[in-house]
């Protein structure tokens, strides 16, 4: 199958800082990436839809300048949590391909 | 209603047997169904993929779709204790956004 990295896979950064996490697809191009939210024993939830060239697409409820996407080419999108507060500390994944999306390892992210 | 039901478990079983896992939905729209399985604190792992109804053999998973009653099964034969895991269903329709159902968490008891 095809292969999605995620870096880093996990991080611990002070409140108030920015952290950036990367997903790449490794032996495809991908015009279409997704970042989801995971808290633990829950599903994943969307959070955008990154778009190679474009804007990203963001679900209702998900705050655009908190989490900035960025998808410069057709193998690298970013997502930059911007000034962290704890109550951002989760579990990110990305993934590429649709419908049958395959996903990075995943990033935990906490913020003290 | 959430668009994808799916009981979160724990489902525990003894090594050997045979798990089935389910999801029923409700969008008439979605013709993409996936399975995924996850480990804790690692991203989903894509298991089966199926767009038709009717049944996909992989291995010791077994997927089946019934697009007339909107439910989906996965079967695990001869499980192991390695498929402890959390299974994720996942669906789609044309536009690509994937809907997940809650995920079942998965104890095989050796």
């Known amino acids: 199958g095809a292969v999605v990295s995620q870096h880093p896979s996990w991080v611990i950064c002070k409140s108030g800082t920015s952290v950036k996490i990367e997903c790449r697809s490794l032996?495809?191009?991908?015009?279409?990436m997704f970042w989801y939210r995971q808290f633990p024993k829950q599903s994943l939830m969307l959070m955008a839809t990154?778009?190679?060239?474009?804007?990203?697409?963001?679900e209702q409820g998900v705050e655009k300048d908190k989490f900035l996407i960025n998808h410069a080419s057709l193998t690298l999108s970013t997502l930059t949590v911007t000034s962290a507060h704890p109550e951002d500390s989760s579990f990110y994944i990305c993934s590429a391909r649709a419908p049958r999306a395959f996903f990075g390892q995943g990033t935990r992210l906490t913020v003290v | 209603q959430k668009e994808v039901e799916q009981d979160p478990g724990p489902l525990s079983v003894p090594e050997g047997a045979i798990v089935s896992l389910n999801c029923t939905y409700s969008n008439s729209a979605f013709q993409y169904f996936m399975w995924y399985r996850q480990y804790s604190r690692k991203g989903p792992e894509l298991l089966m993929y199926t767009y038709s109804s009717g049944n996909k053999e992989d291995g010791r998973f077994t997927a089946q779709v019934d697009k007339s009653s909107k439910y989906i099964s996965l079967f695990i034969r001869d499980s192991q204790p390695s498929d402890s895991a959390t299974y994720l269903c996942a669906m789609s329709a044309e536009g690509n956004k994937l809907v997940f159902g809650a995920g079942t968490i998965l104890r095989v008891k050796s």
């Open positions: 990154s778009n190679e060239g474009s804007k990203a697409t963001y």
């Open positions: 032996d495809f191009q991908a015009t279409t």
